[in-house]
């Protein structure tokens, strides 16, 4: 299929990959303290929520299945997050995980849809044309799947994600979360 490279803003629902969009990809990140955002993205966040826009987070955790760090150690990150975009002015609407390996196999684990179709039935969104924000090849293939569009961003394994991915992708590519709000809103400052 191929994609239109542009964006249609029908929807007022954005579901964004965690580590690598929101925050500094540092590997397993099971502890507050090794929380970063990347530059910009909080403030993204919080121009998308005064915009009107419902903002949910999608996230792999396998750090939880291996072991690495447990889940009340990841609900503490979690906390930590939403708690930094609730002092720029947004809000997070809610965090869904995955804590399994993928050798689990799994049907909430990206590039499967499960942690998508909780949203859906959560909160009764048509996920059709939802705009899905990810740096990695299994964020854009499970945005596919339900019908989002998908989205990549250069942070995070974005640029390695691009050098594999063909050259007529189609995929709108950005620089970062605040590049693409830039694009949205093209009169906010951020």
């Known amino acids: 299929m191929r994609r239109q490279n542009t964006i249609d803003l029908t929807s007022q629902h954005i579901i964004l990959d965690r580590d690598g969009v929101i925050n500094v990809d540092a590997g397993y990140v099971g502890a507050k303290k090794d929380w970063r955002a990347l530059e910009g993205s909080v403030e993204a966040i ?3 929520t005064q915009a009107g826009y419902q903002l949910f987070v999608v996230t792999n955790q396998s750090g939880i299945g291996r072991g690495y760090y447990t889940e009340k150690d990841f609900q503490a990150v979690d906390r930590h997050m939403h708690q930094v975009v609730a002092q720029a002015g947004g809000r997070l609407v809610k965090t869904y995980y995955c804590p399994h390996t993928p050798q689990q196999g799994c049907d909430c684990r990206k590039p499967a849809s499960g942690l998508f179709e909780q949203i859906k039935e959560d909160y009764h969104i048509d996920l059709t044309g939802v705009i899905f924000v990810g740096d990695k090849y299994s964020d854009l293939m499970a945005g596919d799947a339900i019908g989002a569009q ?35 809103l093209p009169d906010c400052r951020i």
């Not at 250069?154 to 979360?177: K, M, N, W």
């Open 46 to 48: 919080a121009a998308l």
């Open 150 to 184: 998908s989205i990549l961003v250069r942070t995070g394994y974005g640029e390695q994600t691009l050098s594999e991915l063909p050259v007529d992708h189609g995929y709108p590519v950005y620089a970062d979360l605040r590049a693409l709000v830039q694009a949205i």
